[in-house]
């Protein structure tokens, strides 16, 4: 698996396959048993954790956020890797950096409002906007779009195309095909872990969106069945679940 | 904000007079204030003003500060507002190491090192009970819980070396410490102690960016560039320091570490550096307050100043408990 600058990738696959362990490993949140993560060559555990972090943003799924907190007192943290340790006061290309980090997020109005005021959409938008002040080259996000109304999700797709054109490279989990396959450079889909054979979950295909979302692939790893749709209007190809696949509900009564 | 920090520090100083005037002995303000500062004044009120007032003003005031600091540190590290020394275990851990240098006959100078060395042990245990198998974070229940038992375990220990190695009445004068007392403290006690408590509070100063960092959790923390383990190690090992500083010199004074951060967040909101300072002087006041109250309370007679923080602390953290556990049972 690789990721460029200007690319992003999608990560799919059922709950509990280890699309979040996968995130947080790519994050240096989690230390891989065997294998290895390298960025520009350099294994990221044999980095400086400043360093790592100048150049990889992690925006985790949810935050415990301090109570009373502003959004721009949390964006300005994301200046935190390019500030000496002792010392609190920005300069101004940190004061730069964190307007245009609120401008890309449409925040700039709003950067007086306490995190615990916030809609869904608001905080998700915050915490991409405090990603986006570590002026990063890489950045993970674990679910941008959960608990999000449709129109707060394309708000967040629209934030990571735009990035995109900033030749940053996204990696992102998503649940819904149809986001991933209008943004996804390529698509990971990871593959639940086999309990009955011991195999652990692994990554079953990994390509470009039309070589990934296939009919049996897709069938095999959610055990769902899907009915393709092309919209005329919008000219996009639709995924819609339509029900639980045979095999698996015969696994299902086998097993009660 | 800015008159309500003026009305804190000129409150801090308006009971720091009060203490210094009020007691077995009555001074007027003006006299008390020329005693101090221009060292005149009858023998009589120069020797109670300068001699005992002020060292043991002056002891309350460290004490308050430096548990107060120490509960903020805790609360902040732990991420949960019923952390304090006391109820941590750190408090008892600092105790052991007092009664072993005690024993061992250390000065005032040592004292602090190793009632430190105490408390930074029972810290240790205390943080990889309540931490448990997961990453990161911590159970307010087991940090709890983890203090609880560390404490009865710590008295245990300090009955068990005073009975068998003490004399009977090095085991009275541990016994009139333990209950928490300020009484009696000289220049000599608590020069060693400021120093001690100074380098914990310039630390926690100096930490007060990572303090906000750590705020948002370590993952977070760590995923903006912070070394969350190395930071965590040393702000612990400040507020250790803090407390045990405190428990040398004044024994077991308990809910300090609790009560002043919650009073001075509902005052004055939630900024790093500045709790640090106005929960360190609500501290202070808490602590001063109480012991007005002990040296007043019934002439001619001291209450130990740790009872009557328990008196006044225990009901606060019942009603603490019970809030932050429906607040638990409704999420």
New interface residues.
Partial sequence: MALEPGEVLAIQGPNGSGKSTLMKSLARQLKPSSGSITLDGQNIWNMNIVDFARQVAYVPQSMETPHDMTIYELVRLGRNPHQSWWSNQLSKIDIDTINSALERCGLNRLSDKKLHELSGGEKQRALIAMALAQEPHFILMDEPTANLDFRYQLEVIAIIKELKEQKIGIATILHDLNLSARIADQIALVGSADEDKGAPSTIVAIGRPEEVLKEDLLRSVFNVELAFVHDERSNLDLYVPVSIAKSSEKNSATQI | MFLKFIALVAFTILIMLINLCLGDLTVAPIEALQAVFAHSGSGEIHDVIVGIRLPRLLTAFVVGLALATSGYLLQALS?NDLADPYLTGVSSGAAVGVACAMLLKFDFQTIPLFAFAGGITASFFVASIARGSG?YGVSVAKLLLAGIALSSVAGALITLAMTTFGTQLMAQGLYLWLLGGISGRNWQELIPTVCYTSVGLIVAF?A???L??L???E??A??????VGRCQLVILAAAVLLASSAVALSGMVGFVGLVAPHLSRRLF??GVRLQLVCSGLTGAILVLFSDLLARTLSPGQELPLGTLMALIGGPFFIYLLSYSLDQVQSH
Avoid: F, V
């Fill in positions: 991420r990453q100096a007060a960016k990572q906000n960092l705020a948002l959790g993952e977070t760590s995923s903006l560039g912070l070394n909101g939630r």
